[in-house]
T-cell receptor
Framework: EAQVTQNPRYLITVTGKKLTVTCSQN?????MSWYRQDPGLGLRQIYY???????DKGDVPEGYKVSRKEKRNFPLILESPSPNQTSLYFC????????FGPGTRLTVL | QKEVEQNSGPLSVPEGAIASLNCTYSDRVSQSFFWYRQYSGKSPELIMSIYSNGDKEDGRFTAQLNKASQYVSLLIRDSQPSDSATYLC???????????FGKGTKLSVKP
């Protein structure tokens, strides 16, 4: 089954404790993206990747890192999470049309 | 700053009616346009993509694009209560993979 998977689905953590949210796709898509979704602000792109080792900033990259060492994986790294990074995060992959993963609900205390 | 604007709603229509959702975008060079449906707490689901001026129909859904007016719309015919969701308009932001989303229009279809 073609899909985008994210792990974990839910995470509660504390300020400053490094975390990684994994994203994997099995559709051989070139492009992958990370978004956060907040009430009243909509979906905002954090980072996107056009291929292995090629990434670029989206609208809200501050406080996040990404890497694309393999085509299928695109992890999101929060080196020192802060409460304002509490949000619902989505990974997506695409050729032209983006397909979204199920989301990761992150709470930073 | 590239922007995508949608009326936040809520838009309420009776069952069986046509729901009309609108979207405007700021970047004249945008080439790809998408409509997503999102149920509360779920991930966005692609409904339609449109790349050239005019209408594109898929079942009960019709997307309309007018690049001169920088306007995209989605019509839902014979609306059903199951269509009640937030509809997100998305426009490519220049490079492929870079999508800019509107804040979404909440649609409520009343039985």
């Amino acid at each position: 089954e073609a899909q985008v998977t994210q792990n974990p689905r839910y995470l509660i953590t504390v300020t400053g404790k490094k975390l990684t949210v994994t994203c994997s796709q099995n559709m051989n898509h070139e492009y992958m993206s990370w978004y956060r979704q907040d009430p009243g602000l909509g979906l905002r792109q954090i980072y996107y990747s056009m291929n292995v080792e090629v990434t670029d900033k989206g609208d809200v990259p501050e406080g996040y890192k990404v890497s694309r060492k393999e085509k299928r994986n695109f992890p999101l790294i929060l080196e020192s999470p802060s409460p304002n990074q509490t949000s619902l995060y989505f990974c997506a992959s695409s050729w032209n049309e983006q397909f979204f993963g199920p989301g990761t609900r992150l709470t930073v205390l | 700053q590239k922007e995508v604007e949608q009326n936040s709603g809520p838009l309420s229509v009776p069952e069986g009616a046509i729901a009309s959702l609108n979207c405007t975008y700021s970047d004249r060079v945008s080439q790809s346009f998408f409509w997503y449906r999102q149920y509360s707490g779920k991930s966005p689901e692609l409904i339609m993509s449109i790349y050239s001026n005019g209408d594109k129909e898929d079942g009960r859904f019709t997307a309309q694009l007018n690049k001169a007016s920088q306007y995209v719309s989605l019509l839902i015919r014979d609306s059903q209560p199951s269509d009640s969701a937030t509809y997100l308009c998305a426009v490519n932001g220049g490079s492929q993979g870079n999508l800019i989303f509107g804040k979404g229009t909440k649609l409520s279809v009343k039985p």
